[in-house]
């Protein structure tokens, strides 16, 4: 497991799509085995989510994160962990602890539902009644 940070200073940076730098964070039976600190390049809010995918990364904690930018994590099956502040460090303890809430109405990341549900009820904030796809169930 690959566990991306969105970083700045040791925290976790603000706002996905202008990350400077990742903080990536590789897990082996369930213990961190090694970290290290890797550049975007500049690569903005569409390059990210490639980025991440290529470097094989499998989860992303963040600060705020944009609907589009949701959609391309969904889509590279990189489970999000948007709506996070403080130490990146202590982020990653909570998620290997299994403490780190997913904000759903943030994520809408509901991979683990086997049913079908309008998506105005999780907040992914697109319409089904008026022909609009939720991206939710990629």
């Known amino acids: 497991m690959k566990i991306a940070v969105t970083y700045e200073n040791g925290n ?7 990350t ?8 082996e ?9 890797v550049d975007t390049n ?10 991440l995918a290529d470097i094989g990364a ?3 904690i963040c600060g705020g994160i944009g609907m589009g930018a949701q959609i391309a994590l969904d889509q590279a099956d990189i489970t999000l962990y948007a709506g ?11 998620l290997l602890a299994g403490r780190l809430p ?5 994520n809408c990341n509901h ?16 319409d089904h009644e008026h022909g609009h796809d939720c991206h939710c169930h990629g």
């Open 12 to 18: 976790i940076f603000q706002h996905f799509g202008h």
């Open 20 to 27: 400077a730098q990742f903080k990536v964070y590789t897990i």
């Open 29 to 37: 039976d369930g213990r961190l085995v090694s970290a290290e600190v």
């Open 42 to 51: 500049g690569s903005g809010h569409g390059a990210l989510a490639g980025l």
């Open 58 to 60: 499998d989860t992303l």
């Open 84 to 94: 996070v502040s403080g130490s990146a460090d202590e982020a990653v303890a909570l």
């Open 102 to 106: 997913q904000n759903a109405a943030a």
């Open 111 to 126: 991979h683990d539902h086997d049913h079908d549900h309008a998506c105005g009820e999780h907040g992914c904030g697109h």
